[in-house]
């Protein structure tokens, strides 16, 4: 008995060998998927990890918990990254250094957050604690995201990443800049990021939430686990929020791309871990979106997507995940989101004053 696959008869046997294989390469990329997402959404949950609360807490109140938390996890992610590709990992793919996109779209991508409220990744995790808005927020940002993918902004997003720098025709890392071995740069940051870490002042942690110390070391490993979880998937993107929101929204719409992809499986996770984490710690609740300030989400959302698509990656995807590869693009991007947030609390703060 045999059965026709693309025009072809195959024995039975073989027919369905091939079709477990199949169901069974779709099982793990959805299980990997699914468990790096529960764990990342638990942890920035239960850490209350947000770019934009560390920016607003340091700038506004001179409060720096959030913002170690982020560094600490960046430190985690750098060393795990680096002990991954000793042998774990055959290959993490290093971001190309598109200086203007990422300088440009990086500082929009800022503003946007703080005008939306929340970050890429905190806005997922809100989603999964009960917060409306971050609905409003997300929406926003897949159709800033899709716009600038696939959509009317497409050309400008094109032009400007066409600004490209590299080292030897390969992409630019700060090591290659420096011309120093990775380690020798690794042990340099841990050195003076570390006594930064230590030597500020200690901050008690919000009510019912992580230390940042905690918060720091779990984000970091889970990020180290996303890169190696999404290898199981097929190739490496460890956890991302960017182009993967937007095609959430084209998936849907127009069937872009044409399957479910590992990143998009992704969210579904964090927002199940962080409705797991709201749930045992007594957060979850329902929490309407205040009258006229769904427009302004909205609009913060989608300044995010539209920036983070030009910038090859939101706060996460550059400033966590590739970041962790010392990609000289994916730190200038971060850089020039921490300095669009900073900017905009400034202006919106001091205009109140």
């Not at 949950?45 to 959030?66: E, K």
């Not at 490209?164 to 841990?190: C, F, K, S």
């Not at 989400?297 to 966590?320: E, K, P, R, W, Y």
């Not at 850089?335 to 205009?351: D, H, I, N, Q, Y």
Request: charged letters at 10%.
């Amino acid at each position: 008995m045999s059965i026709r696959s693309g025009g072809q008869r195959l024995p039975w046997r073989g027919a369905t060998a091939k079709i477990a294989a199949v169901e069974a390469s779709v099982l793990v990329t959805t299980g990997s998927a699914l468990l790096a997402g529960l764990l990342f959404g638990y942890c920035a949950q239960r850490g209350g990890f947000c770019l934009t609360r560390a920016l607003s807490n340091w700038v506004l109140m001179g409060d720096t918990a959030i913002l170690r938390a982020y560094v600490l996890a960046l430190l985690v992610a750098v060393i795990g990254v680096h002990v991954l590709e000793l042998g774990l990992v055959e290959s993490i793919p290093i971001r190309p250094f598109r200086w203007l996109a990422n300088v440009t779209g990086g500082f929009v991508f800022g503003v946007g957050m703080i005008l939306g409220g929340g970050c890429a990744g905190s806005s997922w995790y809100r989603l999964g604690e009960g917060a409306l808005g971050a609905w409003v927020v997300l929406a926003g940002f897949a159709m800033g995201a899709s716009a600038t993918s696939v959509g009317v902004l497409q050309p400008l997003r094109t032009t400007l990443q066409t600004f490209e720098y590299a080292i030897d025709d390969q992409a630019a890392t700060l090591y290659g800049v420096l011309g120093a071995p990775p380690w020798a740069v690794i042990g340099v940051l841990v050195v003076a990021l570390g006594v930064w870490l230590v030597r500020n002042r200690p901050e008690e942690a919000a009510h019912g939430k992580w230390r940042w110390p905690v918060t720091g070391a779990a984000v970091g490993v889970v990020i180290v686990l996303g890169w190696y979880l999404s290898t199981l998937g097929g190739s490496p993107t460890g956890i991302t929020f960017a182009a993967n929101t937007g095609h959430l929204l084209t998936y849907a719409l127009v069937g872009y791309p044409n399957r479910a992809t590992w990143g998009m499986v992704l969210l579904v996770g964090v927002a199940g871990g962080a409705a797991l984490a709201a749930w045992r710690a007594g957060d979850f609740a329902w929490r309407p979106v205040p009258g006229f300030s769904s427009v302004k989400l909205f609009a913060g959302g989608l300044i995010m997507g539209t920036g983070a698509l030009v910038a090859d990656g939101c706060n996460i995807t550059q400033g966590l995940t590739n970041s962790a590869t010392l990609a000289l693009g994916s730190l200038t991007a971060f850089a020039a989101m921490l300095a669009g947030g900073w900017v905009t609390l400034r202006v919106l703060f001091s205009s109140r004053g």
